[in-house]
C-alpha cells in the first residue's frame, strides 16, 4: 500500500449530511488525505496536488472544475449509481477517468422498498387509512398475492433484490433483460419466464404488477409510454424506483385518473423534487416517496467503502472499477 493519496471531497448539502459524510470521511481518512471542499474558498487552490475526487450524487462537478483537474486527476469518483445528471461526454474530453458506485451497492434497499409498494398497493394503503379514521371497520377488501404475476423491466441487482424479497408470497415472476440469465439465477430468484426486450409488450400486458429496473439512458427514457402503459391490465399497478424519466408521467397520471390501471407506487419523478401540488400526490391509488429507496445507512456506508477501495487502486497505480467513460 502506498503513502497515500490527496483527495478532494465535493459533499453534500446539510441536509444530507449524515450518514454520507461521515463514512466518507470514516472510510478515507486513515488511508489517504482528505480534503473537503469550501466553495467560499478559491478553485484552484483546493484542486492543486488532488488525486482524486468523490463527487456526492455527480451533481457537484462543474465544467471549470473538470478544466482545472485535467491532466491531474487520476479518478473522479461519483458517490451515487445513476449518472444522468452529470455531464460525462465533458469529463471524458478532459480525459478524466470517471467512476460511479455500482447498483449492487444500493440493491438490498431498492428491493426493500419496491417491496413496500406492493404490500402497500395490495392492501389499499390509502383508503384503509381513510377507513381507520372514520371509525368503520372491514373495509377496504384487499389484495391477495399469491398466484398473481410481477413483471420485472430489467433484471440488474436491484430487481435481483425484489425478486428474492418476493418468494415468501408465492407470486409469479417474470423478468426480462439484455443479458442471458443463467438457470441457476433463475431458479435462485424464481423466475418462471426471462425474455428479452423483444417480449417487453408480452410482460406488461400480462403482468399484475410491474416494476421497472433499468437505467436511465436516451435508449430508455419512457420506456413506460402512454402505448406502453395502454397494455397494461385495468387491475395493474406500476412499481418504480429507478429514475423518473422512464415513465411518461403524463401518460401515467391519465391512465391513474381514468381508473385504466389500477395503481402505482413512486419513489423517483420526472422533475425532483415533485411539486407538493402534484395530481400524482393526491390520488388514492398512489402511494410515493421521496427518491428514498437507496438513502439508507448500508447504502452510504458501502458506497464510502467502494469509493476508498477505488482511490487504493489509483494510489497503487491499478485502473479504477466501475469506470462510467470508457
Not at 199 to 224: F, G, K, P, W
Request: some cysteine; glycine content about 8%.
Amino acid at each position: 500500500m502506498s503513502d497515500g493519496v490527496r483527495v478532494l471531497f465535493l459533499p453534500p448539502g446539510p441536509s444530507q449530511m449524515k450518514p454520507w459524510f461521515n463514512h466518507v470521511v470514516n472510510s478515507i481518512n486513515p488511508r489517504h488525505h482528505l480534503q473537503i471542499f469550501d466553495s467560499t474558498q478559491e478553485l484552484k487552490t483546493q484542486f492543486q496536488d488532488v488525486d482524486a475526487v468523490i463527487d456526492f450524487g455527480g451533481k457537484l462537478g462543474t465544467h471549470e472544475m473538470a478544466d482545472i483537474a485535467a491532466g491531474r486527476v487520476r479518478l473522479w469518483q461519483i458517490l451515487g449509481t445513476g449518472f444522468d445528471h452529470f455531464d460525462i461526454s465533458y469529463w471524458k474530453s478532459k480525459q478524466i477517468p470517471v467512476a460511479n458506485c455500482p447498483g449492487y451497492l444500493s440493491a438490498p434497499p431498492l428491493g426493500d422498498c419496491a417491496l413496500m409498494f406492493l404490500l402497500m398497493l395490495s392492501r389499499r394503503w390509502h383508503e384503509s387509512q381513510v377507513e381507520l379514521r372514520e371509525g368503520r371497520l372491514y373495509n377496504p377488501v384487499c389484495m391477495e398475492l399469491e398466484g398473481l404475476r410481477l413483471g420485472l423491466i430489467g433484471f440488474g441487482a436491484s430487481a435481483r433484490e425484489f425478486a428474492l424479497k418476493v418468494r415468501p408470497f408465492r407470486m409469479r415472476v417474470s423478468a426480462i433483460d439484455i443479458r442471458e440469465v443463467s438457470r441457476e439465477e433463475q431458479e435462485e430468484c424464481g423466475l418462471e419466464f426471462v425474455g428479452t426486450p423483444a417480449d417487453m409488450d408480452r410482460i406488461v400486458a400480462e403482468s399484475d404488477y410491474i416494476s421497472i429496473h433499468l437505467h436511465l439512458n436516451c435508449e430508455s427514457r419512457h420506456t413506460m409510454d402512454a402505448r406502453r402503459i395502454g397494455l397494461m391490465k385495468s387491475s395493474a399497478f406500476l412499481i418504480n424506483v429507478a429514475r423518473g424519466a422512464l415513465v411518461d408521467e403524463s401518460a401515467l397520471l391519465t391512465a391513474l385518473q381514468q381508473g385504466r390501471i389500477a395503481g402505482a407506487g413512486l419513489d423517483v419523478f420526472t422533475q425532483e423534487p415533485i411539486s407538493p401540488d402534484s395530481p400524482l400526490l393526491k390520488l388514492p391509488n398512489v402511494v410515493a416517496t421521496p427518491h428514498i429507496a437507496g438513502i439508507t445507512d448500508g447504502t452510504s456506508r458501502r458506497r464510502a467503502e467502494f469509493a476508498a477501495a477505488n482511490i487504493d487502486r489509483v494510489a497503487n497505480g491499478l485502473e479504477p472499477l466501475a469506470r462510467v467513460d470508457l
